[in-house]
């Protein structure tokens, strides 16, 4: 999988590409972590592009929210 983010206003736009599995976790864990380390205020995921998202990957976008949340 590929991650491209970009800026908007308060928010940082994550646009992922490919399929999203249990071994596009590091990748997307990086892309959260920066994110969260600049304070943004919201992360928009654009999922437009991706092929594919199995149960890891749903499970993975479920957990960071919950933990974003806190």
Known sequence: MQIASRYLKD????????LFDYHAKP????AITCAEEIRCRH?????????GID????????LC????RT
């Not at 928010?11 to 490919?18: D, E, R, S």
């Not at 990748?27 to 990086?30: G, K, R, V």
Request: aromatic share 4%.
């Open 55 to 62: 149960s890891a990957g749903l499970g993975r976008i479920i």
């Open 11 to 18: 928010a940082k736009v994550l646009t992922l590409k490919g």
């Open 65 to 68: 929210m919950q933990q974003l």
């Open 27 to 30: 990748e997307f864990d990086l």
């Open 43 to 51: 992360i928009i995921l654009n999922l437009a592009e991706v092929s």
